[in-house]
């Protein structure tokens, strides 16, 4: 048998980073963002209950958990939670943006829907407060953050040509 080696053109081991990676504001940034996103995937999760609790699917296991308005607090709570976080996110990302590139923001295209995002969870938060929303409409918003918050770390840094590319 005949066994190639084949060798990489970069040492395994640490990769090359530029400098600005080089600080905790990054890894601050990221870990807001990160608990973000759980904060959102957990009130998706709850709302997706009882969107589907209406459609008859999932049996009596749907049937046996909380009912819509507590799993709709519950949901809310977590969108709010996320809210937060997401600020904190912002937060962090213009101080380390400061550091990293001398501005605090630039509106590149993940900056940019990444308030969007923040402007569509702070507006999904304030209509079900003002117009006390039904569980049902409110889990609609709740999907519609998800979608929003989805597209934008995940698939805004793979089109953009800007600091942020890749950066998930």
């Known amino acids: 048998d005949d066994v190639r080696i084949t060798r990489l053109p970069m040492p395994p081991g640490e990769a090359h980073l530029p400098p600005t990676y080089h600080t905790v504001w990054l890894f601050i940034h990221i870990g807001f963002g990160k608990v973000f996103l759980g904060a959102v995937l957990v009130a998706v999760g709850l709302s997706g209950v009882i969107l589907l609790r209406r459609t008859g699917r999932?049996?009596?296991?749907?049937?046996?958990?909380?009912?819509?308005?507590?799993?709709?607090?519950?949901?809310?709570?977590?969108?709010?939670?996320?809210?937060?976080?997401?600020?904190?996110?912002?937060?962090?990302?213009?101080?380390?943006?400061?550091?990293?590139?001398?501005?605090?923001?630039?509106?590149?295209?993940?900056?940019?829907?990444?308030?969007?995002?923040?402007?569509?969870?702070?507006?999904?938060?304030?209509?079900?407060?003002?117009?006390?929303?039904?569980?049902r409409l409110g889990s609609w918003l709740v999907v519609g953050v998800f979608v929003a918050a989805f597209l934008t770390f995940f698939g805004v840094p793979f089109v953009s040509q800007l600091p942020h590319q890749g950066a998930v």
């Open 58 to 135: 999932g049996g009596d296991w749907f049937q046996r958990l909380p009912a819509d308005d507590r799993l709709g607090e519950l949901s809310y709570r977590c969108m709010a939670l996320g809210f937060v976080f997401e600020t904190l996110m912002l937060v962090a990302g213009a101080i380390w943006a400061q550091d990293a590139w001398g501005r605090y923001w630039d509106w590149d295209p993940l900056e940019t829907w990444a308030f969007l995002t923040w402007l569509i969870v702070g507006i999904s938060l304030h209509a079900r407060l003002t117009f006390r929303l039904s569980p």
